[in-house]
């Protein structure tokens, strides 16, 4: 009796052991069923989101000629002097580019930023060029950037006077003459005259009493004289002028130079007949060269997604510099970290938690985004690396890696084709968009390009010159040359003070 009641009650616990089991068993099907559908609903909104960015950002062909059109309407506006025009197309007052047949000595100045160089070079007419150059950059104390105008220009003059008392003798100044300098002044400047501007505003840190609407040139040459340094300043340039002046000298087709850097813009050689707005005699060259200040631009046909729209709107400059927004390394790297929030935020794409560091604005640049895009590697580790060190995740997998790339290409390859639809607006406007219907041959035509968003992005450059390509058509397309002029304001702005000398042609 007893034997039957163990047997009996072992049946029964090996009886509720299997319906364990089999409750068990059911509910792993039932949670990996919805596990299975939470995960193809995260996909189902990824996918959304994916789509979506790529309607938003979308550039085919029609739509980039369009934009150039509004562009070369914009710049027409701009050569009128409408003040409503959205791009100034500032008259440089070079209307002297570079030949190569500049000798001599020449000094460049270039501002810029939170550091400045300068640099000599010494030029040997058209048979030996540039026959020396030697340059150093210096590095401006945090407390002149805020401080006096004297303060600053004194500091500028002092560093220029110790580099010329290291000029050796493979330079040579003709005796009797001053040493003449280039001055590029990448700061907002109403020009007056080659060698004379007054300053608008500063910007890039900067914040100085007493220099707006005052003529920095005289305020350098000012500070020159306390130090005894006896130089002239030729030519005031900004750095897209000093390219574009840089690029001739290495070869006379260069027409117009466009930087795609940190910031972008672009200047091209204008018959001076065609400047409504210029009123005093036409230069003896006929020709003006114009700095469109073109990341201003702004048309309803740009393709804004919301992250533009948000980008902008929470910028220093809402409403303002909307081209240069959408095609320049500052902010190329954000427009894919706000696509990639959006993503982690509808689409869980980082896990259920969105990472706190991809939260904050800017924290993705664009070397950063670039690094990521060149990735090739089967695995694409350092992608993965990327993301581990910027936005806080140690394991994604490689499906996020794969959509991460493809946010980057996409952000990538609108940036590149609107800037090639600025290019070719730029062409369209001096008439070298096409075969002249005469039959004659269409010239060769040369952009310099600098800035390093263009020369170390090469996903970007390449798809920058495929898209010109593109708009230009086959045959047109073989006489117009894309070149880097790698670091060409610099050396740009010694060559405008030789092409500008007070002493007239250079020798």
């Not at 934009?67 to 197309?89: C, N, P, S, T």
């Not at 305020?219 to 002046?245: F, H």
């Not at 070397?367 to 694409?380: E, F, I, T, W, Y």
């Not at 730029?426 to 075969?435: E, M, T, Y």
């Amino acid at each position: 009796m007893g034997k039957s009641v163990v047997v009996g009650a072992a049946v029964v616990a090996c009886a509720a052991v299997g319906v364990a089991a089999v409750l068990v068993h059911r509910r792993r099907r039932r949670d990996a069923a919805l596990l299975g559908s939470a995960e193809a609903e995260r996909r189902r909104r990824a996918a959304a989101v994916i789509e979506e960015v790529e309607r938003s950002l979308a550039t085919p062909t029609a739509l980039l000629r369009g934009i150039a059109d509004a562009m070369v309407a914009e710049m027409e506006r701009g050569l009128r002097g409408d003040i409503h025009a959205q791009l100034k197309m500032l008259i440089s007052y070079v209307d002297n580019l570079p030949t190569g047949d500049e000798h001599g000595l020449f000094y460049a100045l270039d501002l810029g930023g939170t550091n400045f160089r300068v640099l000599r070079v010494q030029l040997g007419g058209r048979e030996k060029r540039v026959v020396k150059q030697q340059y150093e950059e210096v590095s401006i104390p945090p407390h002149l950037m805020v401080g006096t105008s004297i303060e600053l220009f004194d500091f500028i003059a002092a560093a220029l006077a110790k580099f010329v008392d290291t000029e050796g003798d493979d330079f040579h100044l003709p005796e009797g003459r001053q040493r003449e300098l280039g001055f590029t002044f990448s700061f907002p400047v109403n020009q007056t005259s080659i060698s004379s501007g007054t300053l608008i505003k500063w910007t890039k840190g900067f914040s100085i009493n007493g220099t707006v609407g005052e003529d920095v040139v005289s305020e350098l040459s000012r500070a020159m004289e306390r130090q005894g340094l006896d130089m002239k300043v030729t030519a005031l340039v900004n750095d897209t002028v000093g390219t574009l002046a840089g690029g001739r000298y290495m070869d006379n087709d260069v027409v117009a130079a466009v930087i795609l850097g940190t910031g972008t813009n672009a200047a091209y050689v204008e018959h001076a007949n065609a400047i409504p707005k210029w009123t005093g005699l036409l230069p003896k060259s006929g020709n003006m060269v114009i700095n469109t200040e073109w990341g201003s631009f702004k048309s309803g046909k740009l393709p804004l997604s919301e992250y533009d729209k948000a980008m902008d709107f929470e910028s220093l400059n809402p409403g303002e510099q909307i081209y240069e927004k959408m095609i320049s390394g500052m902010y190329l790297g954000e427009i894919v970290r706000r696509i990639l929030l959006k993503l982690a935020h509808d689409a869980s794409l980082f896990g259920d938690v969105v990472p706190t560091k991809l939260e904050q604005p800017f924290i993705l640049r664009t070397p950063d985004m670039s690094a990521m895009h060149h990735d090739s590697s089967h695995d694409l580790k350092t992608l993965g690396s990327k993301l581990k060190d910027i936005v806080g995740v140690a394991d994604t997998s490689l499906e996020v890696r794969y959509i991460t790339r493809h946010i980057c290409d996409l952000v990538a390859e609108r940036g590149a084709r609107l800037a090639a639809a600025g290019i070719y607006s730029i062409l369209k406007k001096i008439g070298r968009d096409k075969v002249p219907s005469s039959g004659s041959k269409m010239p060769r035509t040369v952009i310099a390009l600098d800035g390093g968003l263009y020369e170390h992005y090469k996903k970007f450059s390449s798809c920058v010159e495929a898209t010109l390509t593109d708009l230009l058509g086959e045959e047109a397309s073989s006489s117009v040359v894309a070149k880097l002029a790698n670091d060409g304001s610099g050396i740009g702005a010694a060559l405008l003070a030789a092409s500008h000398s007070q002493y007239g042609k250079s020798d």
